[in-house]
């Protein structure tokens, strides 16, 4: 493990966790790679004078909005929370978005620097949104993105809110959008309601590297606003790059983001260089994140050893001039004919194995639920209940038990439910990526 850091910026450290023991033969090696971002808060306050951040609000306007009338009010109360909770520097705008996307404040395609004055003036502007047309989400990204790529700021973000589904705009319009603004800014998505896609509003969040929820309770808005509006203040380092160096021969078979959520970065790779791709891991500040990392190596006699690959937490420089390494990892492969250290699985390797298996299973056994596969269903679901069980992921435990009847979770026998809230389906669906840490001994 090495450690590197800048005056003033987070601390990064990589852990790399492994089984580096294969068999004669063996070509898999599976290695989770932790990295830790400390010190954040003092870079905070060095960054507040700097406008280090810039941040639009995109609030759905569409006619939907106005049935019940609290989630249109909601929206209102939850937007000027998080105006609240912008520090001093913070460059920021508002959206309404239907059919169409409208700039709210400050307008004229502008960002708004925030101060007493400005968070006021946004606040009193947010009075005007009212509700009435249609949903075409990729309209209310772009304007985000324009106004977004006029700030230098480090930290450029979005928060988008819908309650509908996207039926305004052809899907391919959405997923252009989606690559056109990746790496350009984050976003955290959010569901009010239960009448949106879920699939939808994960993938906006998966594909801008933020995080995504369900609200179905309006009332609850302006918690979840001012909690992402915080952390969103807490970061401090962006467009962070893990770098993937392997030898010759070595091929990497996937990359995987395991906690705090899964997320597959396996298809984020760009080229860095011969034997090296560099995979996106957006925005940091005082937090830990795992990473699942498979490699394939060549077959070796026992014996024999190597480095199956190098990681290296990577942080952009100015323009012309090369990355800063900010920490660095190493995956090792090493041959024996001891059966029992070859077969042995590491912990954070078989934990996190399972959390990936139990999001799975969880998106299946739903998708054949909503497909009245009832033997399928309960199978996965089954087995997803059996998973959470297994490593104490209680919070996703009690919202299988939404879903099903647990008859022996440790054997994963469950029944399904007869009737299940369409709040309670998509809560589970929308959260099943929501990993627990493994239990350091």
Sequence with gaps: MANFAKPSAPRFSVEVYQNEFLPEGGRDVHAIVTVTSTGGAA???AAAAHGSA?????????????YPPDKMRGAREATAAAIDTLRDGTAFAVIAGTHVAKEVYPGQGRLAVADPATRAQAKEALRSLS?????????????????????????????????????????????????????????????????WEVKEVTGIASALLGSADIVADPA??????????????????ADVALRLWTPVGVEIQYV???????????????????????YPTGSWGD??????VCVRVPAASVGQE??????????????????????????RAVWTDDLAASTAINPQVAHYTGQAELAQAIQQGLEARKLGDVGGATAKLGRAVQLASASGNADTAKLLAKVVDVVDAAAGTVRLKAKVADADEMTLETRSIQTVRVKKT
């Design 306 to 331: 190597m480095l199956a690959a190098r990681a290296t937490l990577l942080f952009p420089g100015a323009p012309g001039e090369p990355p800063a390494t900010l920490a660095q990892g190493l995956v």
């Design 43 to 45: 870079a905070t306050r």
């Design 131 to 195: 509700s009435g047309g249609g949903t075409a989400i990729g309209t209310w990204l772009r304007l985000a993105d324009g106004l977004l790529r006029q700030s230098s700021a480090a930290i450029r973000h979005g928060i988008l809110l819908t309650d509908g589904r996207n039926e305004h705009e052809e899907p391919a319009v959405l997923r252009a959008t989606l690559e056109a603004c990746a790496g350009r800014f984050t976003c955290d998505a959010r569901g009010v309601g239960t009448d």
């Design 220 to 237: 609850h808005l302006t918690e979840d606003f001012t909690r992402m509006m915080e952390n969103v203040m807490g970061k401090e380092v």
């Design 54 to 66: 810039a941040v639009v609000i995109m609030v759905d306007c569409s006619g939907s909005m106005e």
């Design 256 to 278: 995987k983001q395991v906690a705090p959520t899964v997320q597959d970065l396996s298809d984020r790779r760009t080229g860095a260089g011969p034997r090296a791709g560099d």
């Design 287 to 292: 937090e830990s994140r795992e990473y699942h």
